[in-house]
DNA sequence: ACACTGACCGAAAAACCAGTTCGGTCAGTT
DNA sequence: AACTGACCGAACTGGTTTTTCGGTCAGTGT
């Protein structure tokens, strides 16, 4: 039996060494050699080094999602898709593990993401994921389009996303204006895709409740795949 | 005294030399070649390859602005800025030379938009001429936000605009669905930017007259630095 | 029996180098 | 004075060799 501790140990070591180099330049016998652990060992606990670092990302994802769901436990308010995108565009800004990723290995990054059964999931998760999500939001009266007639709205919210994610990469100095970057996603996406008026309190309270469940099951299904 | 034709005939030549086998691959040789003109000659004209090029496509903008125009003059409702984008979007997405240096010279896309005087131009244009562009807006009621009170308005609109043009770039077969996703963005632009409501005939008029003015300025900007 | 290891393999990348191309210049021609 | 093409050095190309590295597996220790 693997002991519980060899596969965090692994995960560390590839976690630290991903930061300091980037993906390209670190190789599975350095992860090793780091973790006190043989190189064969690494193998046995992932099929492949794209595996390995994805699951890297996972425990990353894990971490972020559980923050997500505190804060929607906290104040329901976070269910409104503004707050969401606009935490998840913080989140990212300030996680050393993505912003490393992005800025040292956007070639090789793909790989990472598309690998592997747990790789993909946190993408912006699977389509049919997607579609349960806006379902929710769309029954509490969060969102001002019913999914299911425009089907264009996935593609309207992701390209809205993905702007938010392109100019962010590109200016000089990151860090300050972060907050007024996700200031405008959040105005952008609130405008776009929300109803105009404030929700109502039950109607928030009870997306939260689905959203959380949903987050959670996202959430365990991610972590399912780490040691 | 440098003969007018010459240099339009320096352009043709690079422009279809372009359309063939993009930047990289076309030597400033033959396109002196194909124009019947000595290597020296189109150093002459222009000061390096690169601005050569982006005088190749600046003259392509300015076709493209006179469309503009025209259609400006024709129906007044094309001052909305939702319409203004949509269309704006099918232009690059017909545009030969835009999809041509897209797909093959994505990497050299930069070095040709920042070069030179009249290249930079072309680019979302100088920041001045944005914020005139939604100073007009705003004053004839197309805007939603005071752009003098509201300064990360060029921000979000850019981060929009970017995000619509990057998606349209990723999937399989352009072409068909460049109507959907042309009015993907119109309907996120209207619903971020816009005032809610129809605006007045009146206005729009009015507003029509000054954005005329302000792309033929801007046109005849770019088309200065073309022979 | 089984978790674990590291020497080993082939494929891919890096390093190297000759030979060529090409952007840009300039002395010379018309 | 407009124009040209031979010329220059830097950058690229293609082919070869060397090294690195992901992945495997026979063997070790417990």
């Known amino acids: ?6 596969g965090r140990r692994i995960l560390d070591a590839a976690e630290a060494l991903l930061l300091r180099a980037g993906y390209r330049k670190v190789a599975v016998a350095e992860v090793a050699e780091r973790a006190h652990v043989g190189k064969g060992t690494v193998y046995l606990y992932w099929p492949s080094k794209a595996e390995l670092f994805s699951a890297v990302l996972a425990r990353d994802s894990v971490r972020q999602l559980d923050e997500h769901i505190a804060a929607l436990a906290a104040d329901p308010t976070h269910s409104r898709p503004h707050l969401t995108f606009a935490s998840l565009f913080r989140q990212v800004a ?16 793909g790989e990472l993401l598309t690998t592997g059964e747990g790789g993909v999931a946190f993408l912006a998760g699977k389509t049919d994921t997607t579609a349960h999500y806006l379902d929710v939001l769309y029954r509490h009266g969060l969102l001002a389009d019913d999914p299911t007639t425009d089907p264009t709205l996935p593609y309207r919210l992701s390209s809205v996303v993905a702007g938010a994610f392109l100019l962010a990469g590109l200016p000089g100095a990151a860090g300050a204006d972060v907050e007024l970057k996700a200031d405008a996603l959040a105005t952008t996406v609130r405008r776009a895709f929300e109803p105009a008026g404030e929700p109502k309190a039950r109607a928030l309270r009870a997306a ?10 996202w959430r365990d299904e991610l972590a399912r795949s780490l040691p």
Chains 1, 2 share one sequence.
């Open 208 to 217: 939260a409740v689905e959203l959380s469940a949903l987050y959670q099951r």
């Open 94 to 109: 300030h996680s050393p593990l993505a912003t490393a990723l992005y800025t040292r290995d956007h070639d090789a990054l």
């Open 1 to 6: 039996m693997v002991e519980r501790d060899k």
